[in-house]
Structure formats: structure tokens, C-alpha cells
């Protein structure tokens, strides 16, 4: 959860960002547009990984829930 917040934060931060370096430096802004797709990119993985299956561990002995 505090590495979502970490992510949701910088991606808050480049789409505030990218209006005003758009207008004093467009090629800049090519940067900031990529910033804004690798966060967004970010929390979308993290959205998808299912912790709650992860944090109760496997259901028989291993690491790949096969029993040892």
C-alpha cells in the first residue's frame, strides 16, 4: 500500500507538471508524458496482483503450492 501511494504521488505529480512544460519546453515534455505512462503502468500491475491470495501463502508445503 505505501508503495501505491509512492506511485499515485509522482504520477499527481507529472500530470501537474506537463502543462506548464509543454508551453516553456516541448521536448521536455516528452519525458513527463513518459513518467505519466510508466506510473500509470505501475499502479495497474499493482491493481492487478491479488495480495490478499499472496499474503495467505501456498495452500501445500512449496514455494509453487506442490507438496514436499
Not at 501505491?4 to 504520477?11: D, G, M, P, Q, W
Not at 516528452?30 to 499493482?46: C, Q, T
Request: hydrophobic share 45%; proline share 9%.
Amino acid at each position: 500500500e505505501a508503495r501505491r501511494s509512492e506511485v499515485a504521488a509522482s504520477l499527481a505529480y507529472f500530470r501537474e507538471l506537463l502543462p506548464g512544460i509543454e508551453v516553456s519546453d516541448p521536448a521536455p515534455a516528452h519525458v513527463v508524458r513518459f513518467g505519466i505512462a510508466f506510473e500509470e503502468s505501475v499502479l495497474a500491475w499493482l491493481d492487478a496482483i491479488p495480495w490478499q491470495h499472496l499474503a495467505a501463502g501456498p495452500q501445500a508445503g512449496g514455494p509453487d503450492g506442490q507438496a514436499r
